[in-house]
């Protein structure tokens, strides 16, 4: 079994190659919600699959770098360096900080902030 440090070590590498969807389906709760900055949240797996669908089938060129990351007490923080360009809002880059708490190696809920 893997310790709490190599899952999410494990994660980060998925999101770090841009394997969103291998990521979802082997780190997410089916249960689990995401909010990016002051947004609605997303309540699902499913529906997070679908919204990560719709982003990916819109998205090119995808570059990211995980820049720094902690894990405290069930929780990870990762600050990661998106650059790419998205057909409904065009080419980005910017800084994120991304807090999933976790659960029995799953994330139950996340929350993103960035600003493009």
Avoid at 12 to 41: C, R
Avoid at 65 to 94: C, P
């Amino acid at each position: 079994m893997e310790t709490f440090k190599a899952t999410v070590a494990a994660f980060h590498s998925l999101v770090g190659q841009g394997k969103f969807m291998e990521a979802l389906d082997k780190y997410y709760d089916e249960n689990m919600s995401t909010s990016d900055n002051d947004g609605p949240a997303i309540h699902g797996l499913e529906a997070m699959r679908k919204a990560t669908s719709g982003f990916i089938s819109n998205t090119t060129s995808m570059k990211l770098e995980l820049e720094n990351s902690m894990i405290i007490d069930g929780y990870s923080v990762a600050q990661w360096h998106y650059r790419f360009t998205n057909s409904k809002i065009g080419t980005v880059d910017y800084h994120q900080v991304s807090i999933a708490h976790w659960k029995d190696g799953k994330i139950i809920k996340e929350q993103h902030l960035h600003k493009l």
